[in-house]
């Protein structure tokens, strides 16, 4: 549970600050591997920024959502 909430508040700082602008969004390396490996289109420059923040809102998202499910159901087994 730590390593969660430890994972979220990095990615929160992140997107901190890429938004803030004091982190540069290529630090965040990832748009381009996701972008190439999905076969789309990179981003302009003026729009790196807000597709890192996109990417790091999902992977927060999808994680959380996924360990929630897990937790949920887990839970209910358990009960019976």
Request: proline residues 4%; positive net charge; charged residues 10%.
């Amino acid at each position: 549970m730590i390593g969660v909430i430890a994972s979220n508040v990095v990615l929160v700082l992140l997107a901190l600050g890429i938004a803030g602008g004091v982190v540069p969004a290529k630090v965040f390396g990832m748009v381009s591997v996701l972008h190439k490996t999905i076969g789309i289109t990179m981003p302009s420059p003026e729009k790196e920024r807000t597709v890192a923040l996109i990417w790091i809102a999902s992977m927060i998202v999808i994680g959380d959502g996924m360990l929630f499910l897990l937790l949920f159901l887990t839970g209910a087994v358990v009960k019976g």
